[in-house]
């Protein structure tokens, strides 16, 4: 980690565009990206490949210590993700390791293993750090920090045309549920909620396209930080 390096915190809830603004933003600004749901799905899908039961609180902590989880970039320049030396890249989108990286999100402990993992990503010349606490909790002193949203309607349509172009077959109904399920269980755990920093920047992403979010999120950065 390099605390003088500066970091953009993107936060959210599901299918708010994190991911998709956040890389494109880091690419922008030439900064590192840090995508720490990757993390915990990474987790989730160890654990589920040593049959570890969700509900068993110490051997998910175990696995999270054990867990071998790299970035990388395929030929193609798209994000792979590697877990325990395998390429878990599809397997990690899937809604089903959403829900278990969800719910291993609830655990202190977990939550706790996985800081520096996450800190050691702030690197020269700035990180752009994507997920629910990355301005309240992991990266506070954040100088840019930004919370992006949408409606519910809005995201589960957004998810069910990307799963659609990938060719998986869902229905709107059970997305939007699925997602107001992660919204309600993120929102509502004990430790790092998802929730908005005091001093971020709320970006209502609804009825605006990819490219004028980019610009609002760049906008952001431009602006004399506050910390
Ligand atoms: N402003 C936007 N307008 C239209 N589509 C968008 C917008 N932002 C993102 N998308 C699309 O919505 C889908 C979900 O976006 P993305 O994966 O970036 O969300 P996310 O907040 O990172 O979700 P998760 O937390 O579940 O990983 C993608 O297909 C993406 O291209
Ligand atoms: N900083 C973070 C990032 C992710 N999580 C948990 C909660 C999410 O539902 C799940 C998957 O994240 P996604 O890949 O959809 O961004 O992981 C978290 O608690 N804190």
New binding site residues.
């Given amino acids: 980690m390099d605390t003088t390096a500066p970091v953009l915190t993107i936060d959210?809830?599901?299918?708010?565009?994190?991911?998709?603004?956040s890389r494109i933003v880091a690419q922008r600004l030439g900064w590192h990206y840090l995508d720490s749901?990757a993390l915990y799905r990474a987790v989730g899908i160890a654990a589920g490949w040593a049959d570890i039961d969700l509900s068993d609180a110490s051997a998910l902590v175990r696995c999270t210590f054990d867990t071998e989880i790299g970035f990388r970039d395929d030929a193609a320049g798209e994000p792979r993700v590697i877990v325990n030396g395998l390429d878990a890249t599809d397997e990690l989108r899937t809604e089903t390791a959403?829900a278990a990286a969800s719910a291993i999100a609830a655990i202190p402990e977990v939550r706790a293993a996985l800081k520096d993992r996450q800190r050691v990503f702030r690197q020269l010349p700035g990180l752009v750090a994507?997920g629910r606490d990355m301005g309240t909790v992991i990266f506070p002193d954040a100088a840019h920090k930004v919370f992006?949203t949408a409606s519910a309607d809005e995201r589960a349509e957004?998810?069910y045309?990307?799963l659609k172009d990938k060719g998986v077959s869902v229905t709107l109904d059970g997305l939007l549920r699925e997602i107001l399920a992660r919204d309600a269980r993120d929102a509502s755990r004990a430790v790092a909620p998802l929730r908005p920093a005091d001093d971020a920047v709320r970006i209502d992403?609804t009825g605006?396209?990819?490219d004028g979010?980019v610009a609002l999120v760049l906008d952001v950065v431009s602006r004399p930080s506050a910390s």
């Fill in positions: 959210g809830p599901s299918g708010s565009g994190k991911g998709t603004i749901g959403g994507d992006l957004r998810r045309k990307q992403t605006l396209g990819i979010v």
